[in-house]
């Protein structure tokens, strides 16, 4: 018995001299690739690439989409539209009822900042890899477009941001420590960026077929005509629009009705778009805005519904070709869909009983299921059209009315508009401005459109909402739209609580004034 | 079910057993001619045994010339010969030396008077009152200093138990050690039979706990399961069948909730909603989702007994749970087989095994659904709108959009299998008569298989799933524990003991998970065809991945004690982690307590104390309770869209940090114990003081770090302090029996010290309170108090209004009307804003405590438990929509006239408005903070104990469970569910499924 037990004892002991306590104690990570050697393939490099675009339009409906969709909404080209779902942080903020804790406001702010991160850390580590320098340029380029794309968003929205440019600073203490910066640096941060950006990406048609979709040399010179026309640098914005139109990259689509559809992807006239696709495998990867846009009566969630204001301004220019393509009425065909000869747009739970026509699908080109993160409709972020508005209006402010209506003029002819060459003055911008709200309705840039456009100072949806707005006065007192006058869970006055004083930026995230313990300051009046 | 009775069957039938030759009978009586049941009586050199019954009578089989052994715990053994005679009275002697408690610590046991450090004992027996699956139900009022947070009354709810406070911000249930195994952080003491409890005990300080090191910050509970006694079999069968039920929520009907939401509208000058002639249905959810009753079952079958060579205790149990609604179970069946052989003098082993199977489905979180969805629509559609619809979609869609609660748990399959195997082998070798080696491996698998199927329905184009999905979710743990100690003890002439103990532990924990779900089951409502083979879509996922977290350690124990006066221990423990970045990896815990036996003194002479003992202990116990991926920067990755075809896109899906160290909390304890009149009073009291170092804490940054998820950092440094008092008396006066316990404890935590970057702690997004943060933790504050905005009541008319402005006369509250909430500008700015944010309520208790009563008289026995807290606060989170029918919710029963109009003004909640401009709902405030102090009937028991030939025991019983509760609290449970972290989730009334009313029945036999 005793030589059992020692017999135990010896090989108790064997087991603990043998059994390497380093070994027992060093225990990886399992299943996850670590930072530190990521970078050490091309392969690599290019996903973390891929990873920032990711962020442009976030992984789901929420992270991003959606808030533009929220901020179509505060303009008079949508209603809050869903009227079975009074929501605080959707419908409130549209009617500029603005509720700050809106978790779409956190989601936007902490996808962009995850965004930028994800660019710091690529322009921060590619330097370093071997691989052909032409490729490696064009990596950086595509990093510094995005985190110009991503802080672009957040100062429109939300008004001077921190700024982080670098991955190593948040290994420091006094990352947890920054304040708002100015517009101006935001800015300034934003045209540095694209400049780089300008400089070492490729033209669109220098990509193999396989990337089409990755940022290109004319992306971000239409982003930067955005960004200067924003800035109200009017040569500099119509430079570098005029730069991608002289480029002969980017042709118009000959068809309008063609530009949004699950058969044209990367098309002629597109600039920078976010592709989707159904996959039944990766479910994700497909477009969100079909079902959150669409109609409650056509498996859609109904949030956004284009106001009679809006099909008011297509007739009153009697343009029917971009109307069709825009908004599909209740109880109508619908254009390029010969399956739906009367729409239900269930206007009991529909404001305007309207729906937009960039984002449906026609019946038979959906998949099953038809689910969001399933449908194969692109997402365009910048397209020909918008450059060649940004470049007439530009060119209008900058005392050029010549170019300004050459450019105008291509937009009108492509949907069979006659354009009146002797506009000039006033006249000539509202023309162009009014151009820029039918071509791109619908397409999430009229709320910035209103927030940087000014007459007399005064921005447009100054002018538009508040009591005395237009589009209030409109709807009070003017319309007698049978849906939007009859379903009154959305309320007529939509736009009346606006207040310039406030209402021009965003609120900060509460939660983010909390994590800074303050530092960052709450915009005026929230 | 079948199965679980069978194995029953067979286990009763193991009790009958015994051939002899000749009777001998007798009754066996103490001192004071009272009689002992349950005396062993051994014909001495056999295995022939039997036991005294309940009178103290005992009849054994015996051979003329033998000679019986009669033995029972507390008294001295006495050898009888037979010779012949029939009848042997036995009055056996009280042993006082041997009924010296032997108490259970770290990696050995000591007699109770050898503790120096703070450790409460709950005995099994107690545990076994309450009808409940996890033990720790039971344990809550039962001891000092430790809290027993419940998780709410769903089958098989797992709560949280809580020694001393909050240290640490990570998790703060103690560690569990089972039989000297210790289990992986988190384990539920689902796993464990009640009835096969010894007794429980508590480590409170770390002079106590030190010996646990790195895993015992949060205190530790030491779990000692039955063994088996040399001496006859006995058989114990326990069975008890109740049933629970849930108390009844009002809400508004029909006409209440039009008035409301209608009003919510014309109070903004807007058109009501509803007109309440077009509404003639009046749907009460309460009726339609929960059961009155639902049945709870407990079976217990348990064998002990052992000769000199082997010792056995071995049970079965069955435990079946219902859950008040249509789906949702709990089913649980356990075995338990300890063995100790005693191999040779010197060689001892002890084998235990227990497998265990638990069985159940998710209880639906419906409470939440259920109060919010309008009583205007009906459960399901009319019989004409079925048409070409299956079966999941037959229920109608609300009116305000709140899921059909109804149909949503119709629609609910899932359940999971869980298989858990644990052993537990030690090896004794005594050496030498003074020193022991140990070695002991315990090995605990675990596996748990969760399925679930969701089916394809239709409700409304936005409320359906196009396609059914099937999946399955596996995880396998394994961990085991090796540990090899030493143990040395000897007395030096008389007056000096020691033992020393020194041991190398290794602890090692793996997971493993593998989960699959695949789209287009054939068919949408055959269950033999909810298997991922039979699925057919394209839609396919798969997941896995393995962790691995080890633990090396070396310990030291001394004890010394000298003439039974003066007692020393000191502790010291080193441990490896890998959850730490190789230089940071080691961690020393020390300790040392001391005790003084007052009462031994010569100079101290009483005939009323009988027992003083002052103690104090100081130690140091550490915390790796961090996530182990905390050190590491890992890469994730998700699929993007290049020119039509996916690529792989990846990211930075973890921040770590490489400067990750222990956790570790220091501790003074000092005590004081005593007792009177012969042990009849006994009281202790214990101050105590723990501060942490380093705290872990997974941080949130602020987002514009663009930081994902959250980092884990070594803080600052919290302090809990406070007293825990115990009182017990008994006392027998003839028949009558009386045992009282009561004890009370307080508590208070605080953030002494908070590194640069983190003076805030906070806790509990709530997106719609404003998106802010409801609790906190601020230097020099109580950890984890509630946030937001002081309120100063409603605006009663125009004046109050507009006198509301800062000293230039701007209006403070631009946007609000007479009626609504006046908010406190805190900072005085003229401003409401997130300046103005303020501490507005505490959800801990000022003290809380519990009080036991034993009674017995004669044949009758009488027992409760209460407990109770005082001074916490409770958030109470459904009044932040009971009272607003915020997004037309439904509201409680009588809302209308609770909140502000200006017939109502003395009205607590504001007026009705849907737009809400003031933001009465849309800010956490002080509104929503009650006080949740209560008073609870925990436990009432009343049991009948009567004779039947055959049993040396037969007891009914008829028992109650949280029968009475007093409260001020208007919700429905001030025991609010802790959740998962107690500092940030703690007091926060989430409408869980509430704890249950439980009326039941039961009954003991002894055989």
């Given at each position: 018995?005793?030589?059992?037990?020692?017999?135990?004892?010896?090989?108790?002991?064997?087991?603990?001299?043998?059994?390497?306590?380093?070994?027992?104690?060093?225990?990886?990570?399992?299943?996850?690739?670590?930072?530190?050697?990521?970078?050490?393939?091309?392969?690599?490099?290019?996903?973390f690439?891929?990873g920032?675009?990711?962020?442009?339009?976030?992984?789901?409906?929420?992270?991003?989409?959606?808030?533009?969709?929220?901020?179509?909404?505060?303009?008079?080209?949508?209603?809050?539209?869903?009227?079975?779902?009074?929501?605080?942080?959707?419908?409130?903020?549209?009617?500029?009822?603005?509720?700050?804790?809106?978790?779409?406001?956190?989601?936007?702010?902490?996808?962009?900042?995850?965004?930028?991160?994800?660019?710091?850390?690529?322009?921060?580590?590619?330097?370093?890899?071997?691989?052909?320098?032409?490729?490696?340029?064009?990596?950086?380029?595509?990093?510094?477009?995005?985190?110009?794309?991503?802080?672009?968003?957040?100062?429109?929205?939300?008004?001077?941001?921190?700024?982080?440019?670098?991955?190593?600073?948040?290994?420091?203490?006094?990352?947890?420590?920054?304040?708002?910066?100015?517009?101006?640096?935001?800015?300034?941060?934003?045209?540095e960026?694209?400049?780089?950006?300008?400089?070492?990406?490729?033209?669109?048609?220098?990509?193999?077929?396989?990337?089409?979709?990755?940022?290109?040399?004319?992306?971000?010179?239409?982003?930067?005509?955005?960004?200067?026309?924003?800035?109200?640098?009017?040569?500099?914005?119509?430079?570098?629009?005029?730069?991608?139109?002289?480029?002969?990259?980017?042709?118009?689509?000959?068809?309008?009705?063609?530009?949004?559809?699950?058969?044209?992807?990367?098309?002629?006239?597109?600039?920078?778009?976010?592709?989707?696709?159904?996959?039944?495998?990766?479910?994700?990867?497909?477009?969100?805005?079909?079902?959150?846009?669409?109609?409650?009566?056509?498996?859609g969630?109904?949030?956004?519904?284009?106001?009679?204001?809006?099909?008011?301004?297509?007739?009153?220019?009697?343009?029917?070709?971009?109307?069709?393509?825009?908004?599909?009425?209740?109880?109508?065909?619908?254009?390029g869909?010969?399956?739906?000869?009367?729409?239900?747009?269930?206007?009991?739970?529909?404001?305007?009983?309207?729906?937009?026509?960039?984002?449906?699908?026609?019946?038979?080109?959906?998949?099953?299921?038809?689910?969001?993160?399933?449908?194969?409709?692109?997402?365009?972020?910048?397209?020909?059209?918008?450059?060649?508005?940004?470049?007439?209006?530009?060119?209008?402010?900058?005392?050029?009315?010549?170019?300004?209506?050459?450019?105008?003029?291509?937009?009108?002819?492509?949907?069979?508009?006659?354009?009146?060459?002797?506009?000039?003055?006033?006249?000539?911008?509202?023309?162009?401005?009014?151009?820029?709200?039918?071509?791109?309705?619908?397409?999430?840039?009229?709320?910035?459109d209103?927030?940087?456009?000014?007459?007399?100072?005064?921005?447009?949806?100054?002018?538009?909402?508040?009591?005395?707005?237009?589009?209030?006065?409109?709807?009070?007192?003017?319309?007698?739209?049978?849906?939007?006058?009859?379903?009154?869970?959305?309320?007529?006055?939509?736009?009346?609580?606006f207040?310039?004083?406030?209402?021009?930026?965003?609120?900060?995230?509460?939660?983010e004034?909390q994590?800074?313990?303050?530092?960052?300051?709450?915009?005026?009046?929230y | 079910?079948?199965?679980?009775?069978?194995?029953?069957?067979?286990?009763?039938?193991?009790?009958?057993?015994?051939v002899?030759q000749?009777?001998?009978?007798?009754?066996?009586?103490?001192?004071?001619?009272?009689?002992i049941p349950?005396?062993?009586?051994?014909?001495?050199?056999?295995?022939?045994?039997?036991?005294?019954?309940?009178?103290?009578?005992?009849?054994?089989?015996?051979?003329?010339?033998?000679?019986?052994?009669f033995?029972?715990?507390?008294?001295?053994?006495?050898?009888?010969?037979?010779?012949?005679?029939?009848?042997?009275?036995?009055?056996?002697?009280?042993?006082?030396?041997?009924?010296?408690?032997?108490?259970?610590?770290?990696?050995?046991?000591?007699?109770?008077?050898?503790?120096?450090?703070?450790?409460?004992?709950?005995?099994?027996?107690?545990?076994?009152?309450?009808?409940?699956?996890?033990?720790?139900?039971?344990?809550?009022?039962?001891?000092?200093?430790?809290?027993?947070?419940?998780?709410?009354?769903?089958?098989?709810?797992?709560?949280?138990?809580?020694?001393?406070?909050?240290?640490?911000?990570?998790?703060?249930?103690?560690?569990?050690?089972?039989?000297?195994?210790?289990?992986?952080?988190?384990?539920?003491?689902?796993?464990?039979?009640?009835?096969?409890?010894?007794?429980?005990?508590?480590?409170?300080?770390?002079?106590?706990?030190?010996?646990?090191?790195?895993?015992?910050?949060?205190g530790?509970?030491?779990?000692?399961?039955?063994?088996?006694?040399e001496?006859?079999?006995?058989?114990?069968?326990?069975?008890?069948?109740?049933m629970?039920?849930?108390?009844?929520?009002?809400?508004?009907?029909?006409?209440?909730?039009?008035?409301?939401?209608?009003?919510?509208?014309?109070?903004?000058?807007?058109?009501?909603?509803?007109?309440?002639a077009?509404?003639?249905?009046?749907?009460?959810?309460?009726?339609?989702?929960?059961?009155?009753?639902?049945?709870?079952?407990?079976?217990?079958?348990?064998?002990?007994?052992?000769?000199?060579?082997?010792?056995?205790?071995?049970?079965?149990?069955?435990?079946?749970?219902?859950?008040?609604?249509?789906?949702?179970?709990?089913?649980?069946?356990?075995?338990?087989?300890?063995?100790?052989?005693?191999?040779?003098?010197?060689?001892?082993?002890?084998?235990?095994?227990?497998?265990?199977?638990?069985?159940?489905?998710?209880?639906?979180?419906?409470?939440?659904?259920?109060?919010?969805?309008?009583?205007?629509?009906?459960?399901?559609?009319?019989?004409?709108?079925?048409?070409?619809?299956?079966?999941?979609?037959?229920?109608?869609?609300?009116?305000?959009?709140?899921?059909?609660?109804?149909?949503?748990?119709?629609?609910?399959f899932?359940?999971?299998f869980?298989?858990?195997?644990f052993?537990?082998?030690?090896?004794?070798?005594?050496?030498?008569?003074?020193?022991?080696?140990?070695?002991?491996?315990?090995?605990?698998?675990t596996?748990?298989?969760?399925?679930?199927?969701?089916?394809?329905?239709?409700?409304?184009?936005?409320?359906?799933?196009?396609?059914?999905n099937?999946?399955?979710?596996?995880?396998?743990?394994?961990?085991?524990?090796?540990?090899?100690?030493?143990?040395?003890?000897?007395?030096?002439?008389?007056?000096?003991?020691?033992?020393?103990?020194?041991?190398?532990?290794?602890?090692?924990?793996?997971y493993?998970?593998?989960?699959?779900?695949?789209?287009?089951?054939?068919?949408?409502?055959?269950?033999?065809?909810?298997?991922?083979?039979?699925a057919?879509?394209?839609?396919?996922?798969?997941?896995?991945?393995e962790?691995?977290?080890?633990?090396?350690?070396?310990?030291?124990?001394?004890?010394?004690?000298?003439?039974?006066?003066?007692y020393f221990?000191?502790?010291?423990?080193?441990?490896?982690?890998?959850?730490?970045?190789?230089?940071?990896?080691?961690?020393?815990?020390?300790?040392?307590?001391?005790?003084?036996?007052?009462?031994?003194?010569?100079?101290?002479?009483?005939?009323?104390?009988?027992?003083?003992?002052?103690?104090?202990?100081?130690?140091?116990?550490?915390?790796?309770?961090?996530?182990?991926?905390?050190?590491?920067?890992?890469?994730g990755?998700?699929?993007?869209?290049?020119?039509?075809?996916?690529?792989?896109?990846?990211?930075?899906?973890?921040?770590?940090?490489?400067?990750?160290?222990?956790?570790?909390?220091?501790?003074?304890?000092?005590?004081?114990?005593?007792?009177?009149?012969?042990?009849?009073?006994?009281?202790?009291?214990?101050?105590?003081?723990?501060?942490?170092?380093?705290?872990?804490?997974?941080?949130?940054?602020?987002?514009?770090?663009?930081?994902?998820?959250?980092?884990?950092?070594?803080?600052?440094?919290?302090?809990?302090?406070?007293?825990?008092?115990?009182?017990?008396?008994?006392k027998?006066?003839?028949?009558?029996?009386?045992?009282?316990?009561?004890?009370?404890?307080?508590?208070?935590?605080?953030?002494?010290?908070?590194?640069?970057?983190?003076?805030?702690?906070?806790?509990?997004?709530?997106?719609?309170?404003?998106?802010?943060?409801?609790?906190?933790?601020?230097?020099?504050?109580?950890?984890?108090?509630?946030?937001?905005?002081?309120?100063n009541?409603?605006?009663?008319?125009?004046?109050?209004?507009?006198?509301h402005?800062?000293?230039?006369?701007?209006?403070?509250?631009?946007?609000?009307?007479?009626?609504?909430?006046?908010?406190?500008?805190k900072?005085?700015?003229?401003?409401?804003?997130?300046?103005?944010?303020?501490?507005?309520?505490?959800?801990?208790?000022?003290?809380?405590?519990?009080?036991?009563?034993?009674?017995?008289?004669?044949?009758?026995?009488?027992?409760?438990?209460?407990?109770?807290?005082?001074?916490?606060?409770?958030?109470?989170?459904?009044?932040?929509?009971?009272?607003?029918?915020?997004?037309?919710?439904?509201?409680?029963?009588?809302a209308?006239?609770?909140?502000?109009?200006?017939?109502?003004?003395?009205?607590?909640?504001?007026?009705?408005?849907?737009?809400?401009?003031?933001?009465?709902?849309?800010?956490?405030?002080?509104?929503?903070?009650?006080?949740?102090?209560?008073?609870?009937?925990?436990?009432?028991?009343?049991?009948?104990?009567?004779?039947?030939?055959?049993?040396?025991?037969?007891?009914?019983?008829?028992?109650?469970?949280?029968?009475?509760?007093?409260?001020?609290?208007?919700?429905?449970?001030?025991?609010v569910?802790?959740?998962?972290?107690?500092?940030?989730?703690?007091?926060?009334?989430?409408?869980?499924?509430?704890?249950?009313?439980?009326?039941?029945?039961?009954?003991?036999?002894?055989?």
């Amino acid at each position: 018995m005793k030589k059992i037990v020692l017999l135990c004892i010896i090989c108790v002991s064997f087991l603990m001299v043998c059994c390497n306590n380093e070994d027992f104690l060093d225990q990886p990570l399992r299943g996850r690739q670590q930072l530190d050697d990521y970078f050490s393939t091309p392969q690599n490099a290019e996903a973390f690439i891929n990873g920032i675009y990711k962020k442009v339009n976030g992984e789901s409906w929420w992270q991003a989409n959606f808030q533009r969709q929220i901020n179509d909404m505060a303009t008079d080209d949508n209603w809050s539209g869903n009227t079975a779902q009074p929501r605080p942080d959707i419908s409130g903020i549209s009617a500029y009822n603005v509720f700050p804790g809106s978790q779409y406001f956190n989601s936007f702010w902490e996808n962009h900042y995850i965004g930028i991160t994800r660019a710091n850390i690529s322009i921060d580590r590619i330097p370093a890899i071997e691989i052909e320098e032409s490729i490696k340029r064009r990596m950086l380029g595509e990093a510094h477009f995005l985190r110009a794309f991503f802080y672009f968003d957040l100062v429109r929205n939300f008004g001077g941001v921190p700024i982080v440019t670098t991955y190593t600073e948040l290994l420091e203490p006094a990352i947890n420590d920054k304040t708002r910066s100015s517009v101006a640096d935001v800015y300034k941060l934003i045209e540095e960026d694209l400049q780089i950006a300008i400089n070492n990406l490729p033209l669109r048609s220098e990509y193999p077929a396989k990337d089409l979709g990755r940022a290109t040399k004319g992306a971000a010179q239409s982003l930067l005509a955005k960004v200067y026309l924003t800035e109200e640098k009017w040569a500099l914005a119509q430079t570098n629009a005029n730069d991608v139109i002289v480029s002969g990259e980017y042709q118009l689509e000959p068809d309008f009705a063609n530009i949004y559809s699950v058969d044209n992807h990367h098309g002629v006239e597109s600039i920078f778009e976010i592709d989707y696709i159904n996959n039944p495998v990766f479910q994700e990867i497909g477009a969100q805005l079909p079902i959150t846009n669409g109609s409650r009566g056509d498996q859609g969630w109904g949030w956004g519904s284009p106001t009679s204001d809006l099909e008011n301004a297509f007739l009153s220019e009697g343009d029917n070709i971009r109307l069709r393509s825009t908004i599909i009425k209740h109880g109508e065909p619908v254009y390029g869909d010969p399956d739906v000869t009367s729409f239900n747009a269930l206007p009991s739970e529909n404001k305007s009983g309207r729906t937009n026509r960039k984002y449906y699908v026609p019946v038979a080109k959906r998949p099953v299921p038809y689910a969001r993160g399933q449908i194969a409709l692109p997402y365009i972020h910048l397209r020909l059209a918008d450059v060649l508005l940004i470049h007439a209006e530009a060119a209008y402010f900058n005392n050029d009315p010549t170019s300004a209506k050459l450019s105008l003029k291509k937009v009108r002819d492509r949907v069979q508009l006659p354009t009146d060459m002797s506009l000039t003055g006033i006249a000539l911008r509202d023309a162009i401005w009014k151009e820029r709200r039918l071509e791109l309705a619908l397409e999430h840039q009229r709320f910035y459109d209103l927030r940087r456009q000014k007459i007399d100072g005064i921005p447009r949806m100054a002018l538009i909402m508040g009591p005395n707005g237009s589009f209030v006065k409109y709807n009070t007192q003017i319309s007698t739209d049978p849906y939007e006058t009859t379903n009154l869970n959305e309320s007529q006055e939509k736009g009346i609580f606006f207040d310039v004083s406030k209402h021009l930026l965003w609120p900060i995230p509460p939660k983010e004034i909390q994590l800074s313990r303050g530092n960052i300051v709450q915009n005026p009046g929230y | 079910m079948k199965r679980a009775i069978l194995i029953i069957m067979g286990f009763l039938l193991v009790g009958f057993s015994a051939v002899a030759q000749h009777t001998v009978k007798g009754t066996i009586k103490d001192e004071n001619g009272q009689p002992i049941p349950g005396v062993n009586i051994l014909e001495k050199n056999t295995t022939n045994s039997a036991a005294s019954d309940l009178d103290g009578n005992y009849l054994i089989k015996v051979g003329n010339k033998a000679t019986l052994v009669f033995s029972y715990i507390g008294f001295k053994t006495q050898e009888v010969v037979v010779n012949g005679r029939q009848m042997i009275p036995v009055k056996l002697i009280e042993d006082s030396a041997q009924l010296e408690e032997v108490v259970v610590i770290g990696y050995g046991s000591v007699r109770r008077d050898e503790i120096t450090s703070s450790i409460s004992t709950v005995k099994g027996e107690d545990i076994a009152k309450t009808t409940a699956s996890n033990p720790a139900e039971a344990l809550q009022g039962k001891a000092a200093g430790v809290q027993v947070l419940s998780s709410g009354g769903s089958p098989g709810a797992s709560p949280q138990i809580l020694v001393r406070g909050i240290t640490t911000n990570n998790g703060s249930q103690p560690l569990i050690v089972l039989d000297g195994v210790m289990l992986p952080d988190g384990t539920s003491l689902n796993f464990l039979n009640p009835a096969d409890i010894e007794n429980f005990q508590i480590l409170k300080d770390a002079s106590a706990s030190a010996i646990y090191g790195s895993r015992a910050s949060n205190g530790v509970v030491l779990i000692s399961t039955k063994r088996g006694k040399e001496g006859k079999s006995i058989v114990n069968v326990d069975l008890s069948y109740g049933m629970q039920q849930m108390q009844k929520i009002n809400m508004a009907g029909a006409d209440e909730y039009i008035k409301v939401v209608n009003l919510r509208r014309t109070n903004d000058g807007a058109q009501p909603l509803y007109d309440p002639a077009n509404f003639n249905t009046d749907t009460d959810w309460w009726n339609e989702v929960i059961e009155n009753y639902a049945p709870i079952t407990n079976a217990n079958v348990r064998a002990s007994g052992g000769s000199e060579k082997i010792n056995y205790a071995a049970s079965v149990s069955f435990f079946d749970q219902q859950s008040n609604y249509d789906k949702g179970w709990y089913q649980k069946v356990t075995g338990r087989f300890n063995v100790d052989f005693k191999i040779s003098d010197k060689i001892k082993l002890k084998q235990d095994l227990s497998p265990r199977v638990e069985r159940y489905e998710n209880t639906p979180a419906a409470l939440y659904n259920l109060l919010r969805i309008d009583p205007l629509t009906e459960v399901y559609l009319p019989q004409s709108e079925r048409v070409g619809r299956n079966i999941y979609s037959i229920y109608a869609a609300s009116k305000n959009n709140v899921p059909n609660p109804v149909g949503n748990i119709a629609r609910q399959f899932n359940e999971t299998f869980f298989f858990g195997f644990f052993s537990n082998t030690q090896l004794d070798y005594k050496i030498t008569p003074e020193l022991t080696f140990s070695s002991q491996l315990g090995l605990n698998v675990t596996n748990a298989q969760t399925d679930v199927f969701t089916p394809q329905y239709f409700t409304t184009p936005n409320q359906q799933n196009e396609i059914n999905n099937i999946a399955r979710n596996t995880n396998r743990n394994f961990d085991y524990v090796l540990n090899n100690t030493i143990n040395f003890k000897k007395t030096i002439k008389e007056k000096h003991y020691m033992n020393l103990l020194g041991g190398i532990l290794y602890d090692a924990q793996n997971y493993n998970y593998l989960n699959a779900s695949r789209d287009g089951v054939p068919d949408n409502e055959n269950p033999d065809l909810r298997y991922l083979d039979a699925a057919q879509g394209e839609g396919i996922t798969v997941n896995g991945n393995e962790a691995q977290d080890n633990i090396f350690s070396a310990i030291f124990r001394a004890i010394y004690s000298y003439d039974n006066k003066y007692y020393f221990t000191g502790s010291l423990r080193r441990d490896q982690s890998s959850r730490f970045p190789k230089d940071n990896r080691t961690g020393n815990f020390k300790s040392a307590s001391f005790a003084w036996d007052i009462d031994s003194e010569d100079f101290f002479k009483s005939s009323v104390i009988n027992n003083l003992r002052l103690k104090v202990g100081i130690g140091e116990v550490g915390n790796q309770n961090i996530s182990r991926a905390g050190q590491f920067f890992s890469v994730g990755s998700d699929s993007y869209v290049f020119n039509g075809e996916r690529v792989v896109s990846s990211f930075l899906s973890q921040f770590g940090n490489t400067n990750l160290k222990w956790e570790t909390v220091r501790d003074k304890n000092i005590g004081i114990e005593t007792s009177f009149f012969d042990s009849a009073l006994d009281f202790s009291f214990e101050y105590y003081k723990k501060t942490s170092k380093d705290l872990l804490f997974n941080v949130e940054l602020p987002n514009y770090t663009g930081i994902p998820g959250l980092v884990a950092q070594n803080v600052g440094s919290f302090e809990s302090e406070g007293f825990d008092a115990q009182l017990g008396y008994n006392k027998k006066m003839g028949d009558f029996t009386l045992g009282l316990n009561f004890n009370i404890s307080t508590n208070k935590s605080k953030a002494v010290a908070l590194a640069p970057g983190n003076e805030q702690i906070f806790g509990q997004n709530r997106p719609d309170l404003g998106g802010r943060f409801i609790k906190i933790s601020e230097l020099g504050q109580t950890v984890g108090l509630f946030y937001g905005f002081k309120t100063n009541g409603i605006f009663q008319n125009q004046t109050e209004l507009n006198s509301h402005t800062s000293n230039d006369g701007t209006a403070i509250q631009p946007n609000a009307k007479v009626g609504d909430l006046r908010f406190v500008d805190k900072n005085k700015d003229g401003l409401l804003n997130d300046n103005d944010l303020q501490v507005i309520g505490n959800p801990f208790a000022d003290f809380y405590g519990g009080l036991t009563a034993n009674l017995q008289y004669k044949n009758i026995d009488f027992s409760m438990q209460w407990y109770g807290t005082y001074g916490n606060d409770v958030f109470n989170y459904p009044s932040t929509f009971l009272y607003s029918g915020v997004q037309d919710v439904n509201v409680a029963e009588g809302a209308l006239n609770k909140v502000w109009t200006p017939e109502n003004t003395g009205a607590k909640y504001p007026r009705l408005t849907q737009l809400d401009r003031n933001g009465n709902y849309q800010r956490p405030s002080d509104l929503f903070i009650e006080d949740g102090s209560y008073l609870r009937l925990r436990n009432v028991q009343l049991g009948y104990n009567f004779n039947i030939k055959g049993f040396q025991k037969c007891r009914f019983y008829i028992s109650g469970q949280n029968l009475l509760t007093l409260t001020k609290y208007s919700g429905f449970d001030p025991e609010v569910a802790a959740g998962g972290n107690v500092i940030n989730d703690f007091g926060i009334d989430y409408a869980r499924n509430p704890v249950t009313k439980t009326y039941l029945l039961g009954l003991n036999l002894t055989l």
